[in-house]
């Protein structure tokens, strides 16, 4: 999951975690969530299982990232919002739209700086 730097620096100063921690750059220089080892699954993820359908509780929920908050919502080449086909609850929500897809755009734009 990309992260702003802004929504870093929030959940060190909520976890009290270093960045490198909870977050990776890509050669692109995009901040990017890092996944358990055990469970696969975010670190911010309390779980013991490394299931997908496993249940578990975001630790920083109140605190979560614009994309977290819009997934299983992705853009995709077209830029086109849609269900990430990877997300085993995509029955539960409704088909995105064109006022997701600017959401995820500007985010895109905030994930560059």
Do not use: W
């Not at 990309?2 to 220089?29: H, W, Y």
Request: hydrophobic content about 35%.
């Amino acid at each position: 999951m990309p992260i702003t730097a802004v929504e870093a620096s929030r959940l060190t100063r909520r976890t009290g975690m270093a960045e490198d921690q909870f977050c990776s750059k890509d050669e692109n220089g995009i901040r990017r969530l890092l996944n358990n080892q055990d469970t696969r699954a975010c670190v911010f993820l309390a779980t013991s299982s490394d299931l997908p359908s496993a249940p578990g509780i975001c630790s920083v929920y109140d605190s979560r990232p614009l994309g977290c908050k819009t997934y299983p919502v992705i853009l995709n080449e077209e830029d086109l919002a849609i269900l990430d086909d990877l997300c085993p609850y995509t029955e539960s929500f409704d088909e995105p739209g064109e006022d997701d897809a600017h959401i995820l755009l500007n985010l895109e734009e905030k994930l560059k700086r």
